[in-house]
């Protein structure tokens, strides 16, 4: 999982980040209810490749976030 706190969004990789698969669709999820967005993403072959969290601090526990790959320079 990395996480961005400056844009405060956070991907859960559901395969190995460093084989670059390629999303080819990604559907948004944008319930009023839970106040933020979840793209869930899927490659060619339709299999759901990663998930992003949008106001990820407020929808993510922080034990994950802190266990995040920082993608912000890590400014805590």
Do not use: H
Request: hydrophobic share 40%.
């Amino acid at each position: 999982m990395t996480y961005d706190k400056t844009v405060n969004a956070a991907y859960v990789y559901l395969s190995d980040p460093q084989d670059r698969i390629k999303v080819s669709r990604m559907y948004p999820c944008d319930p009023v209810e839970v106040g933020g967005m979840i793209n869930l993403d899927f490659d060619e072959q339709g299999r759901l490749i990663g998930v992003e969290v949008l106001a990820a601090s407020s929808k993510l526990s922080g034990y994950l976030l802190e266990s995040a790959e920082r993608l912000d320079a890590g400014d805590a």
